[in-house]
């Protein structure tokens, strides 16, 4: 980034670190496979040979009570997923609760970050207040909000009536279901965003506020034109992480709801689970997992294409 | 007003709605707690603190549910993954830092490459290479796919490219192999991200769901989620023991948090941002 203007002393310091081979030469192939060995070995086996027998899978109409491939599909299992509706409404339940979750828990998330760096004392409590959700096991979260969204009793409602609004069934009504999950997800997974903005506010440099407040700047337009743009990397970031985090989606709907009411919000995940571990059709489950991973994948590839940008503006 | 004063009521207000929203996040939280403070039959009450606060739905949770198991399992099988996914990934790091040899960088993306794979799409051919392997029900089937993780490499890595080089030159010259630079000079100063890495393993083989709900069907070596994802049926409308072991399943964690509060938040800031 500042290599054209970095000082001499900077630049040997830089080329000492970087990728210039050393005098030593080549010589540390054997050892470097003995160091890489133990993690490539569980990689192999635990990850890529899975993600490739998955492949296979989905060529096969694969059962869990029989041993074996079974007989061979072709794409008849693709085929199938493309047309079923069950697929398409739980991709569809997935790519909603993506909707509903990510705005919020960006912008939020950013707001809150802006706030805490302007507060002098104590941060160490907000950190704590918005964090410690995270740290709990989805388990957990999913019995609080439970029964905070008791029809009759639970503490919303009653929040609720005392100023004088109606509170909806949250989760017992198919088109509030979803949205009360996104307000637990949002209370849950905040912190975590929280946190990268707040490392990426810290390092913005402080005398370029300094310098605009003797611009004559005010808060609101320092925060438009050096607070937001030097956060885009962070953003992006923060972007993406939570849009692939909100479409792996699985815990919540599953303990609080099982999917329902009617299947109102059986994520896509579940899905595969559904098909693979109650229907025991896993060579069907292993087609749908496959592309419910293009998915992802082409939200990764639209990430490496930001940052790639990005790096080039830098 | 002047703009100092502007300024200074500015600050305020933000304290206020920051102040306002923390509450806000904590209510939950105390309620929980509030809740599980109160006999079952007063529940219903939507009061705070009521007059005859009492322990009995912790201790019932503690009598009547096998809790204190699940947290021996859920202990056993973090910590297994979490200290396999700090060996091997600093161990791959150090490699891919330290020492020179072909398709290095080749290495490297295909570690980075496991960062895209969504870890549930994987569960399907898991579970059958579990059951070939004769694993099912065992910790190992709930660790083992854990403790291969990129981004246990990739926080190593960019730990290690920080540190200088001189300091191996010297131990070099001592004719000290690459093992014990490893082990005495590398790893020593690499504390922050043994932290980091082991406390995101910790936590997040810890609070996992789906994955141990799937290979542990028997009922003795459930790990906490499960654990409580399974009884909460069980105990209908006594909302005070259900809090109870939702307060008691978090415990554990949330001591880490407070403990290792600072490494967790440097971990997360560190994670890809300064890339």
Redesign the interface.
């Known amino acids: 980034m500042t290599a054209e203007t970095a000082e001499p002393a900077v630049r040997t310091d830089r080329s000492a670190r970087e990728d210039v081979p050393p005098e030593r030469g080549r010589g540390s192939g054997l050892p470097a496979a003995g160091f890489l060995a133990p993690f490539l070995l569980l990689y192999l086996l635990f990850i890529i040979g899975p993600g490739l027998y998955g492949l296979i899978m989905s060529f096969f109409d694969t059962s869990a009570v029989k041993p074996g491939l079974s007989g061979f599909a072709g794409f008849g299992n693709y085929a199938e997923a493309l047309q079923s509706g069950d697929f398409w409404s739980s991709l569809w339940h997935t790519l909603w609760f993506t909707i509903l979750t990510t705005p919020p828990l960006i912008i939020v998330a950013f707001l809150l970050a802006l706030l805490a760096d302007r507060v002098k004392h104590g941060r160490w409590f907000f950190r704590l207040a918005f964090f410690a959700p995270y740290i709990l096991p989805s388990a957990v979260v999913a019995l609080i909000w439970i029964w905070l969204y008791t029809p009759g009793l639970g503490l919303i409602e009653t929040a609720l009536g005392k100023i004088g609004v109606t509170a909806p069934n949250w989760l017992g009504d198919p088109n509030w279901a979803m949205p009360s999950l996104a307000l637990t997800t949002l209370w849950w997974t905040l912190g975590f965003n929280f946190v990268l903005y707040l490392a990426g506010l810290q390092e913005i440099p402080r005398d370029l506020y300094e310098a605009s407040s003797m611009d004559g700047a005010s808060p609101w337009q320092q925060i438009r034109s050096i607070t937001i743009p030097m956060l885009g990397r962070t953003t992006t970031l923060v972007a993406v992480l939570q849009v692939i985090a909100s479409l792996k989606v699985f815990d919540q709907m599953y303990i609080m709801t099982s999917g329902g009411p009617n299947f109102a919000t059986r994520s896509i995940l579940q899905y595969v689970y559904d098909q693979g571990f109650t229907n025991f059709r896993i060579g069907y489950a292993s087609a749908v997992s496959m592309l419910f991973f293009l998915v992802v994948l082409a939200v990764s590839a639209v990430w490496f294409a930001l940052v790639r940008r990005q790096e080039k503006e830098v | 007003m002047s703009i100092e004063t502007r300024?200074k009521l500015?600050?305020r207000i933000?304290?206020g709605?920051?102040i306002a929203?923390?509450?806000l996040?904590?209510?939950?939280?105390l309620?929980?707690l509030d809740?599980a403070l109160k006999p079952n039959a007063e529940?219903?009450k939507?009061t705070w603190l009521i007059d005859n606060p009492t322990l009995g739905a912790f201790s019932r949770t503690l009598r009547d549910t096998d809790i204190l198991r699940w947290f021996g399992s859920s202990l056993f099988i973090s910590t297994l993954t979490a200290v396999?996914a700090v060996?091997?990934?600093s161990?791959?790091a150090?490699?891919?830092s330290r020492?020179?040899?072909?398709h290095?960088n080749l290495?490297f993306w295909f570690?980075l490459a496991?960062i895209?794979?969504?870890s549930?799409?994987?569960?399907?051919?898991?579970?059958?290479?579990m059951d070939s392997f004769g694993l099912l029900n065992t910790f190992w089937a709930v660790s083992?796919?854990q403790?291969?993780t990129a981004i246990a490499?990739f926080i190593f890595k960019q730990f290690f490219?920080?540190l200088?080089?001189?300091l191996e030159e010297v131990a070099r010259m001592d004719g000290a192999?690459?093992?014990r630079i490893?082990r005495r000079i590398i790893m020593p100063l690499a504390r922050p991200a043994v932290a980091a890495v082991a406390i995101f393993t910790f936590?997040g083989s810890?609070?996992d769901?789906?994955w141990p709900l799937?290979v542990l069907s028997n009922p003795d070596i459930m790990t906490?989620?499960?654990g409580?994802?399974t009884v909460?049926g069980s105990f209908g409308i006594r909302?005070a023991d259900?809090?109870a072991?939702?307060?008691l399943?978090?415990i554990p964690?949330?001591a880490?948090?407070l403990l290792f509060?600072r490494n967790?938040?440097e971990g997360?800031?560190g994670t890809?941002?300064k890339g």
Request: hydrophobic content about 60%; charged content about 10%; proline content about 7%.
């Open positions: 300024l500015f600050n933000c304290a709605v920051l929203f923390a509450l996040w904590l209510v939950p939280l309620w929980a809740t529940t219903t939507t396999g060996l091997t990934g161990l791959a150090y490699a891919l020492l020179r040899f072909r290095r290495v570690v496991g895209m794979i969504p549930q799409v994987l569960i399907v051919p898991q579970f059958r290479e083992l796919p403790i291969p490499v490219d920080g200088p080089r001189e192999g690459f093992l490893y936590v810890w609070n769901l789906l799937l906490v989620p499960v409580l994802a909460q909302y259900t809090m072991s939702a307060i399943g978090a964690l949330v880490v948090f509060q967790i938040v997360i800031a890809g941002l």
